[in-house]
């Protein structure tokens, strides 16, 4: 199936997109990317050194000097993959958001980023239309992260609500937002407290309103639409803790959810079991053809 993956200029997340990426193509798919111009996209280079995550991080003879920098940033096989994404033909090669139509593409996946330059593709009026358009016409979707935050702002011309009004998704947690923001304003990026957070609040506004997790929950139905990890789940402080990632042979640390056709998960420890999920409900898509 052909594979519409749109990122921003800017900051996209490595793991995302390039887990996600190579487990899409073994299992026989198109991957096609598209920027705002028609640029290639560039990760977020923090996630991909560590540099500049910990508290000497500002200072250029220091910065590579890392302790926090290693814990956060993407792991050896993610970096390996973007690696290989970074020379892929397609990759290079990317549309414009300008071009895109949703009857060009079998199926969309929205990766996350949280540095700001994700904001533009978060943000692009064209690019909400676009998913709007594949959930109406059911074809199948996947969000991650940030991504579901595009998917909550895309408003369907036909109900005049968020597309995800009436589903079922997960996203980025308020629980994993905080602490990582926490982390860094506290003890290590302190001269850059709020990269961790895309969207901060404004003045009298309550902690978290302006956080994936809140923005995702107001788009829905309930907010009961909204689902973590249950209390009694195996695993759960596996799955919570943000201290392990799934790999391709261990899927205890994800934490995934899927509603029909379109499928979401929290962050990049969820990514391969995120992808495989939507690979599963790409078979299925085919076969029913």
Same mark, same amino acid.
């Given at each position: 199936?052909?594979v519409l993956?749109?990122?921003p200029?800017r900051?996209c +997340?490595p #793991?995302?997109?390039?887990?996600?990426?190579?487990l899409?193509?073994?299992?026989?798919h198109?991957?096609?990317?598209?920027t705002?111009?028609?640029?290639p996209?560039l990760?977020?280079?923090v996630?991909?050194?560590?540099?500049?995550l910990d508290?000497?991080?500002?200072?250029?003879?220091?910065r590579?000097?890392?302790a926090?920098?290693?814990?956060l940033r993407?792991n050896?096989?993610?970096r390996?993959?973007?690696?290989?994404l970074a020379?892929d033909?397609a990759f290079?090669?990317?549309?414009?958001y300008a071009a895109?139509?949703?009857? +060009?593409f079998?199926a969309l996946?929205?990766?996350?980023?949280?540095?700001r330059g994700?904001?533009?593709y978060?943000? =692009?009026?064209r690019l909400q239309?676009?998913v709007?358009?594949?959930?109406d016409?059911d074809?199948?979707?996947?969000a991650?992260?940030?991504?579901v935050?595009?998917a909550?702002?895309?408003? #369907?011309?036909?109900t005049g609500?968020?597309?995800l009004?009436g589903?079922?998704?997960?996203a980025?947690t308020?629980a994993?937002?905080?602490s990582?923001w926490?982390l860094?304003?506290?003890?290590a990026r302190?001269?850059?407290?709020g990269y961790y957070?895309?969207y901060?609040?404004?003045?009298?506004?309550?902690?978290?309103?302006r956080g994936?997790?809140?923005?995702v929950?107001?788009a829905?139905a309930?907010?009961?639409?909204f689902l +973590?990890v249950?209390?009694?789940a195996?695993d759960?402080?596996?799955?919570?803790?943000?201290?392990?990632r799934?790999t391709?042979?261990?899927s205890?640390p994800a934490?995934?959810?899927?509603d029909g056709?379109?499928? =979401?998960a929290?962050w990049?420890?969820d990514v391969?079991?995120f992808?495989?999920?939507?690979?599963?409900?790409l078979?299925?898509a085919?076969?029913?053809?």
């Amino acid at each position: 199936m052909r594979v519409l993956i749109p990122l921003p200029h800017r900051d996209c +997340d490595p #793991s995302e997109v390039a887990i996600s990426w190579r487990l899409l193509r073994e299992a026989g798919h198109v991957c096609v990317f598209a920027t705002p111009e028609g640029a290639p996209a560039l990760a977020d280079p923090v996630m991909l050194s560590g540099e500049g995550l910990d508290a000497w991080g500002c200072v250029p003879g220091l910065r590579k000097l890392r302790a926090i920098g290693l814990l956060l940033r993407a792991n050896r096989e993610a970096r390996a993959a973007w690696r290989a994404l970074a020379g892929d033909a397609a990759f290079l090669q990317p549309l414009a958001y300008a071009a895109l139509r949703a009857q +060009d593409f079998d199926a969309l996946l929205l990766p996350g980023g949280h540095a700001r330059g994700v904001r533009e593709y978060l943000e =692009s009026p064209r690019l909400q239309q676009l998913v709007a358009a594949m959930f109406d016409a059911d074809k199948p979707v996947a969000a991650v992260c940030h991504g579901v935050l595009l998917a909550a702002r895309s408003v #369907s011309p036909r109900t005049g609500r968020s597309v995800l009004h009436g589903r079922k998704t997960t996203a980025l947690t308020w629980a994993f937002e905080k602490s990582a923001w926490d982390l860094t304003r506290f003890f290590a990026r302190w001269w850059d407290g709020g990269y961790y957070r895309t969207y901060p609040e404004a003045p009298g506004e309550a902690a978290g309103y302006r956080g994936t997790q809140a923005e995702v929950t107001r788009a829905l139905a309930s907010p009961e639409d909204f689902l +973590d990890v249950p209390a009694d789940a195996p695993d759960r402080w596996r799955k919570t803790s943000g201290l392990h990632r799934d790999t391709d042979a261990d899927s205890r640390p994800a934490f995934v959810v899927r509603d029909g056709r379109y499928v =979401s998960a929290r962050w990049p420890g969820d990514v391969h079991a995120f992808a495989r999920t939507f690979c599963a409900v790409l078979r299925e898509a085919q076969a029913a053809r």
